[in-house]
């Protein structure tokens, strides 16, 4: 009797105990589930944020020529491969030859003309020193700079063209003066009129090179015709001479005559306490020309 009683409480513990079990697994799948769902309904509840391709690289680039008329034409390209067509940005053109900067201009992206597949920067007529050139391209929007670089012919100015442009440029840069310096011994007057850096066009070799100029008047003060031939004609900075390279040689003069003329010179470094040196005879003609600024 006694084992019959033990056998009916453990089946009733057991029952008891699992139940609870059960009950408390329900209740935890339930609340797991009530999580699950919060958790999803917040994740849905949030704005999806949509990635916008970056702009990699100018791809193409092209110079192309119709009849008279020259264009650019470019493309730029997403990081995936795509062609891209931005609605901002700025597309800066620059043009070089050998001598320096021919054109520099800034377009608004969203203003250049299209195609499906490019873009169309139409060039203005351009001439060059030489007939070569450097197209930069340079595309700009917000962090990103990306360029590109090609090479091609231009118009190049005649012989003519070049002197008159390079002549102009000097002038419109030279430093102005009037140092005077006589010797009785010559009885010629030189007169310093203007002075500075220029560009001199090679006729040998087509090619542009850098120099000092310095401008002046000749006058003969003589009762007599006479000639001036300087010697040792050179720019003096500290200790370091800049030989005359080219410009006026020997020249006559008559009675009371005087002559415009110029010297070319290799270019100094610094103009600061820069003297002109010659010598006609042994009579030295010592010019400052600082005293000018």
């Known amino acids: 009797m006694k084992k019959i009683l033990f056998i009916l409480v453990v089946i009733t513990f057991s029952l008891v105990f699992c139940g609870c079990t059960t009950s408390q697994n329900q209740i935890n799948n339930t609340n797991l589930s009530e999580n699950k769902n919060v958790i999803k309904n917040e994740q849905m509840s949030k704005p999806v ?14 110079l192309v020529r119709e009849g008279n008329a020259t264009k650019i034409q470019f493309n730029l390209i997403y990081e995936n491969g795509s ?5 901002n940005g700025k597309v800066i ?7 320096g900067l021919l054109y520099n201009r800034t377009y608004n992206i969203n203003e250049l003309q299209t195609t499906s597949k490019f873009y169309e920067i139409k060039l203005p007529p351009i001439k060059g020193f030489y007939d070569t050139a450097k197209f930069v391209l340079t595309f700009k929007s917000g962090n990103i700079s990306i360029s590109k670089t ?11 063209e070049i002197q008159h442009i390079l002549e102009n440029e000097y002038h419109e840069h030279s430093i102005k003066t009037n140092i005077e310096q006589y010797r009785n011994e010559t009885g010629i007057k030189f007169i310093v009129k203007e002075y500075g850096y220029c560009r001199v066009y090679d006729n040998t070799t087509g090619k542009i090179k850098k120099a000092f100029r310095v401008d002046f008047i000749v006058k ?6 006479c000639e001036f031939s300087p010697m040792a004609v050179c720019l003096i900075h500290n200790n370091t001479k800049y030989w005359k390279i080219g410009g006026l040689d020997d020249v006559d003069l ?3 005559q005087e002559i415009n003329g110029y010297w070319l010179f290799n270019p100094p470094n610094n103009i600061s306490d820069l003297r002109l040196d010659f010598k006609i005879g042994e009579i030295v003609y010592d010019i400052p020309l600082s005293n000018s600024e």
């Open 254 to 256: 008559g009675i009371y």
């Open 150 to 160: 090609i090479y091609g012919t231009i118009e190049k100015y005649s012989p003519e």
């Open 49 to 62: 944020e949509i990635q916008t391709p970056k702009i990699k690289e100018i791809n193409c680039m092209y």
């Open 220 to 225: 003969n003060l003589n009762q007599d015709d």
């Open 83 to 87: 062609i891209a067509k931005p609605k």
């Open 93 to 99: 053109l620059t043009i070089y030859d050998d001598s």
